[in-house]
């Protein structure tokens, strides 16, 4: 098969191709989303060698999976790849910092605790990496979606206040909400950005 029809095949076509003992497939599907998830390991880490290490132990842990016949295609391809490097992320940040300090409770539950503690620190990463991504993405919209959104968003303002604040109709200021996603999940991705809208 020619590189070209190789690179018009799906992401499971090219997986199943791969299994199948054709690693071409699998170089296809990394270049495909390497500036993707490369982008948004380092948009996170801000380092390059730990962005470096942790791009690279993200597609092993892809080939492992793939290899061990544990992959479940569900066509969800990048999203499951973006899901293991924000894990290796979180775990980076975890290795990092000391481990949290555990009230002396006789009643309580360390590991629980710990667990809590854990998925605090892994939300608080997500949320505050998806918060600076966005508030960058915002600043690029055409200017009456980008109010819309910072009104929406920031001022928490319900839509008939943004109609009445924007001098325009609630069918108006919705459609306009709605176009401001549509054009933050493409700039997103024109930017290797991961978000979640």
């Known amino acids: 098969m020619t590189d070209v029809k190789i ?26 989303y390497k500036a993707k998830v490369y982008g948004y390991i380092f948009s996170v880490v801000k380092e390059k060698e730990t962005a470096d290490d942790i791009f690279q132990d993200t597609f092993y842990k892809v080939i492992v999976t793939i290899n061990s016949g544990q992959y479940k295609d569900e066509n969800k391809f990048v999203h ?9 992320i979180v775990d980076h940040f975890r290795r990092n910092n000391k481990m949290p ?14 667990r809590v503690q ?18 960058r993405l915002v600043k690029m919209l ?4 980008r109010r819309v959104v910072i009104l929406r968003h920031y001022g928490k303002c319900d ?4 109609a009445a604040r924007t001098g325009v109709g609630i069918n108006t200021a919705l459609g ?17 950005m991961y978000i979640e809208l």
């Not at 499951?80 to 290796?88: D, G, Q, S, Y």
């Open 7 to 32: 690179r018009q095949l799906s992401d499971n076509e090219l997986i199943v191709r791969y299994q199948d003992g054709d690693a071409a497939c699998f170089e296809v599907l990394l270049e495909r």
């Open 80 to 88: 499951w790849v973006m899901r293991i490097a924000h894990n290796l």
């Open 101 to 114: 300090m555990v009230p002396n409770k006789p009643d309580g539950d360390v590991v629980d605790n710990l």
């Open 118 to 135: 854990d998925d605090n620190a892994e939300h608080a990463i997500m949320k505050k990496q998806t918060s600076q991504n966005i508030r």
């Open 142 to 145: 055409p200017p009456e979606q």
């Open 159 to 162: 839509f008939k206040e943004i």
């Open 176 to 192: 306009r909400m709605r176009y401001a996603i549509i054009n933050l999940r493409r700039l997103a991705q024109e930017h290797n």
